[in-house]
């Protein structure tokens, strides 16, 4: 059984940075994408940033590009997300998923859709004040 557990989540000012972290099992973990998303009350899921299972590509949305960083460790099957310069746009749940299909080499048009994602972490809080 595939789980993710997300961590790292807080309430912080703006400006601050964070880091969230993904633990996952039950899966392969070097031989899947991983994606992050958010979700804000009353929004949709969106997508944030996503990495692919070679550690090499790495996808953004445009509003966090040059702020975050995503990165994974295959050997702690775990996958970050280094926030910098948090505005309170950025204040969401967060979420971590995994890819559907296993060494995907998908450009940012299948890494950004939430429904190429089979499995998804319980959300972490990002709350940001001005």
């Known amino acids: 059984q595939v789980q993710l557990v997300e961590s790292g989540g807080g309430l912080v000012q703006a400006g601050d940075s964070l880091r969230l972290s993904c633990a996952a099992s039950g899966r392969t973990f070097s031989s899947y994408g991983m994606g992050w998303f958010r979700q804000a009350p009353g929004k949709e899921r969106e997508f944030v940033a996503a990495i692919g299972w070679t550690g090499i590509a790495t996808y953004y949305t445009d509003s966090v590009k040059d702020r975050f960083t995503i990165s994974r460790d295959n050997a702690k099957n775990t996958v970050y997300l280094e926030m910098n310069s948090l505005k309170p746009g950025d204040a969401a749940v967060y979420y971590c998923?995994?890819?559907?299909?296993?060494?995907?080499?998908?450009?940012?048009?299948?890494?950004?859709?939430?429904?190429?994602?089979?499995?998804w972490g319980q959300g972490t809080q990002v709350t940001v004040s001005s």
């Open positions: 998923a995994i890819h559907a299909r296993a060494r995907s080499y998908g450009g940012l048009r299948d890494f950004a859709s939430r429904y190429e994602y089979d499995y």
